[in-house]
């Protein structure tokens, strides 16, 4: 049979967002594929060129429109090490808990997204519903459902409110029960465990020189944390242990390994919220005013030229990073460039790769495994 | 308990890494040292700048003698009013992971404070300024790291430098029928209505024309 060019996208339930995947098949295989990346590039890198330090928080959130907080906070380190700022402890215990409310957050939208791609439409409903109470948590912190702008260079835009401590704590202690609800439900699937196992196998050590990061690594074995090996914020005073998954087979993580791995994360996600809420300085119930010390230091405005600052961050899809160099317009007030480095811009090539071999059925199962977001990848 | 890199480790794993790096490319003018993040723990990290005609050498060396595995970012920028030698240029910044293999059947993994020598993970940041001109040039790295492949298609989509060498370059977040030598990250393309008295007079848009009408699409 002839071989001929399928193109996937840009609207097809496969990419969880703009973009195209030409496929080119020999019956029901994939022979080549090529990624075709841009369809909502917003310039953020050029925008920022234009304004203030404090103004391009906002942007920074817009990255991915599923996991704000973390972006917000991968900007924030990399604007602090720019202007040199000591940022309290309090603070740093709430952009923890924040940060991980947001991970919750994103690897429900992931699993609940991934449902779908598999045939499992009950998972959607289910995982909607339990991301609602960490977007109801993060609400009463930034305000919004989605874009907080909740991270400040120095601290925190305000304390957490009166109240909220006990309903993180219970919150949280629900959702670790509903973890082992979703494994019951999944992992004695066997529509799930057929889709998934044995499907994209993908190497740590061909990972690692493509540029993969995150949960995608760790599932390989790979124990890479950037919490740990290039560390910020309070994580080493909290009870956690990184997530990492020991693969099967020698060919290295299937999808099956990536579930696990974030389903892993979750958990570790939610022993570090109780830790962290018990162990927080200044008491879990005290609330600040406004730009109080214990939650917001003072911060330079202004970084001259030849300074630079770089962030290594953890955010949910792996690792985030941006590069700042001072000395801009309205003499330092503008960054002069910044530059952003998504992590699913690398990997998307990269997974449109793994995918020769297998099956045409068999890609929405290895791109939804991958936890694809345009959002950052196009910037 | 949560556990991290302490700052020790990182020192001597950057000044070890320095120190073998002044060595073996003493004599030229590729200048290593060791600097410090001013943000929260202040870790250490090694901050290399190579002119051009030696990145291969440098890139090659990092990756197989220091196991800087992981290509993480290239950032061009533009300088036009720079000096002469330095009209561009090139950041890389490279990471250390080690692949460390873990024990069958446990979720537990290795401690943080007993990693020594190469396996602590470290932060590289390569600078190469390229002379001023309209053709700013360097040697690809896409052979050493497959991770370095579309980050430089990234940096010569926006800034516009070349790299020598890379194969299948294309555009990637520009439209494909994008303008021939348009990047819009050179200095010389500004946004469009950013020009806040103009936001004031004219706050609709009906009046205003873009800066560089006729030369883009």
Excluded at chain 1, 143 to 158: F, L
């Amino acid at each position: 049979m002839a071989q001929m060019w399928i193109t996937m996208g840009p609207q097809h339930p496969m990419t969880h967002g703009l973009w195209t995947l030409r496929v080119k098949v020999d019956g029901e295989t994939v022979v080549d594929t090529e990624a075709e990346l841009g369809y909502i590039h917003r310039g953020v890198e050029k925008i920022a060129e234009s304004r203030d330090f404090t103004q391009i928080t906002p942007y920074c959130d817009r990255l991915c429109y599923v996991s704000a907080m973390t972006w917000a906070n991968s900007y924030i380190y990399a604007a602090e090490d720019l202007l040199e700022v000591e940022v309290p402890e309090r603070a740093e215990y709430i952009r923890l808990i924040s940060a991980e409310c947001q991970r919750l957050a994103s690897h429900l939208m992931w699993l609940g997204a991934y449902g779908p791609d598999i045939g499992s439409l009950t998972l959607m409903t289910w995982c909607m519903r339990d991301r609602e109470m960490f977007l109801d948590l993060l609400q009463e912190l930034g305000g919004s459902r989605m874009h907080y702008n909740y991270p400040r260079i120095g601290g925190v835009k305000r304390d957490i409110p009166v109240g909220f401590a006990n309903r993180l704590v219970a919150k949280v202690k629900l959702f670790e029960k509903r973890i082992e609800e979703y494994e019951m439900m999944l992992d004695e699937s066997t529509i799930w465990l057929v889709r998934l196992q044995g499907v994209g196998y993908a190497n740590a050590e061909d990972m690692v020189n493509a540029g993969v990061s995150g949960p995608n690594i760790r599932a390989a074995g790979v124990n890479y944390d950037a919490r740990w090996a290039h560390p910020y914020s309070v994580y080493d005073q909290v009870d956690w242990e990184p997530a990492v998954e020991k693969p099967t087979s020698v060919k290295g993580a299937d999808c099956y390994d990536r579930y696990r791995v974030r389903m892993e994360e979750m958990r570790q996600s939610c022993r570090m919220i109780l830790d962290a809420i018990e162990k927080i300085p200044g008491g879990k119930n005290t609330n600040y005013s406004n730009g109080d010390e214990m939650i917001l230091a003072k911060a330079p405005t202004r970084a001259p030229e030849g300074a630079t600052g770089f962030s290594n961050y953890e955010c949910t899809r792996g690792a985030s990073k941006f590069y700042i160099q001072g000395g801009g317009d309205g003499r330092g007030k503008n960054p002069y460039r910044l530059s952003i480095r998504s992590p699913m811009f690398i990997t998307i090539p990269y997974v449109a790769k793994t995918m020769i071999g297998y099956k045409v059925a068999d890609i929405p199962a290895i791109m939804g495994s991958f936890d694809p977001c345009i959002g950052e990848t196009d910037r | 308990m949560g556990m991290r890199v302490s700052n020790e480790q990182s020192d001597s794993a950057a000044e070890s890494c320095v120190a073998i790096l002044s060595k073996r490319f003493g004599g030229s003018d590729v200048i290593s040292t060791v600097e410090h993040h001013s943000n929260a723990f202040k870790m250490a990290f090694v901050r290399i700048h190579c002119p051009p005609q030696h990145w291969p050498a440098v890139a090659k060396s990092l990756r197989f003698d220091h196991g800087a595995n992981y290509c993480s970012m290239v950032t061009g920028t533009h300088y036009p009013e720079g000096n002469e030698d330095r009209g561009w240029e090139v950041v890389y910044h490279l990471m250390r992971q080690p692949v460390v293999d873990q024990k069958p059947f446990t979720n537990t993994v290795h401690v943080a404070s007993e990693l020594t020598g190469s396996d602590i993970p470290l932060e590289f940041e390569i600078l190469v300024a390229l002379p001023q001109g309209d053709e700013p040039s360097v040697p690809s790295v896409q052979s050493v790291w497959v991770g370095a492949d579309w980050n430089e298609k990234e940096t010569w989509d926006l800034v516009g430098i070349r790299f020598e060498g890379h194969e299948n370059m294309h555009r990637v977040l520009n439209p494909h029928d994008s303008p021939e030598g348009f990047h819009p990250l050179q200095k010389q393309h500004k946004l469009r209505y950013h020009d806040y008295n103009e936001m004031y007079d004219d706050a609709q848009g009906f009046g205003r024309k873009p800066t560089d009408e006729g030369r883009v699409k």
